[in-house]
């Protein structure tokens, strides 16, 4: 174990440098959060709440590079655990060696479900709170493939379409444990009941409590803008926001939703539609008031271009490739449902420093956790995933 620790320090944290973590004062006022003051200094305190099918996955592996990047350290899972304790609403003792740790934790990004008394416990107070949302038509039919095997009520439905004609001959009561990714899963994420009764003034009350709570929230659907937008609010590089898609599915196992389908989906999950059409509007006049959309699309261009030149520089085929496709599968990402999870394949000429740089950029999200973990928290047992090992050399 201690040659295994010593290999993965000496091959992975070699030519990257460590900065001591600085104390930066965090108001809520949107003007002051993203207009940064003079200098701007990058924010290392950083809590995202890891949302079910909104591209969450490629976000944490953002976070997990910039922790590598300053030496942060992360709220990892405890013991075997690849989340910290969901579905279960978080408490502080499901991250690892809190007892010890205490409030000095720099990044958390698992996936957990929001109980913010909790999280304070572990966050400093001067911490910048984030998530992700994504248009509840998509994500439904994206939660109907990911979780089918997993979900009573997708299992006893024949496809997506079929369940939305009549969800309640489905989605039964008794069953709302591990019913949870059928309806309203935002809205559970960020730690409410997405069986709740819709009402106007729970609804409001929500979404206040919301906006209280966090700093800023992105739109899966407007990805690249949400990254600029990540970028100015945190006063990070470009290359700290620069990513390749991870956890994305091939298009043949998409069910295209009929329109009444989609007209269904706003009612059956009416808690995260309302969620959704609020936080796009906040999302569109944060970008107005503090970057302009001029100013954001020459910055979109400038990520798409530094994007592109990471994937010549990084990949074999210059894209995501099938299951089966996946040569080392060390890189192979989890596979759930009757999803076809892509993943990508490295080029074989890379020096050792770009090869690091590469294989973090397409590092699946279980492998990530797992290889911090191993690097963190050195005499613990190592998670078992099984799936092979990357880090037995540089390349297989």
């Not at 659907?221 to 599915?249: G, P, Q, T």
Request: hydrophobic share 40%; aromatic share 12%.
């Amino acid at each position: 174990l201690i040659i295994f620790s010593l290999c993965l320090g000496l091959i992975f944290l070699s030519g990257f440098f460590h900065v001591k973590e600085k104390n930066y004062s965090i108001s809520k006022s949107p003007e002051e959060l993203l207009i940064p003051s003079t200098p701007c200094h990058a924010k290392t305190n950083v809590m995202f709440l890891k949302t079910h099918k909104t591209a969450s996955s490629t976000v944490l592996n953002i976070m997990f590079r910039f922790a590598e990047r300053y030496n942060l350290t992360v709220a990892l899972p405890a013991d075997q655990l690849l989340h910290l304790g969901y579905p279960r609403t978080f408490v502080a003792h499901f991250v690892e060696d809190f007892k010890a740790i205490g409030q000095n934790y720099n990044i958390m990004c698992n996936h957990l479900r929001f109980n913010p008394s909790e999280v304070q416990k572990v966050m400093a107070a001067n911490t910048f709170y984030f998530s992700i949302l994504r248009n509840p038509i998509p994500l439904l039919e994206s939660s109907y493939i990911y979780y089918k095997n997993n979900v009573p009520a997708f299992r006893r439905s024949k496809d997506v379409n079929e369940y939305l004609a009549s969800p309640t001959r489905y989605y039964h009561p008794e069953d709302y444990r591990q019913n949870i990714y059928a309806r309203n899963i935002m809205w559970f994420d960020f730690g409410y009941n997405n069986n709740a009764e819709d009402n106007t003034e729970y609804t409001q009350a929500v979404l206040e409590e919301i906006e209280q709570n966090f700093h800023l929230i992105l739109i899966a659907d407007y990805f690249d803008e949400s990254m600029i937008l990540l970028k100015h609010a945190l006063c990070w590089d470009l290359d700290d926001v620069i990513y390749f898609k991870l956890n994305s599915r091939s298009q043949d196992t998409v069910q295209t939703l009929t329109p009444e389908s989609e007209e269904r989906i706003k009612v059956w999950c009416s808690l995260d539609w309302k969620l959704y059409l609020h936080f796009n509007q906040s999302f569109w006049r944060r970008i107005e008031e503090t970057i302009g959309l001029e100013v954001l699309e020459k910055e979109v261009d400038h990520l798409r271009t530094r994007q592109k030149e990471l994937m010549e520089t990084c990949l074999l085929e210059q894209e995501a490739v099938g299951k089966d496709h996946i040569k080392n599968k060390a890189l192979l990402p989890f596979q759930s449902g009757a999803a076809n999870i892509l993943g990508y394949n490295l080029r074989q000429d890379l020096d050792n420093r770009t090869l690091r740089t590469c294989q973090r950029m397409v590092m699946p999200e279980l492998q990530y956790t797992s290889y911090l973990y191993a690097v963190q928290h050195p005499h613990k047992k190592r998670k078992q995933l099984g799936l092979p090992l990357l880090w037995t050399s540089l390349q297989e």
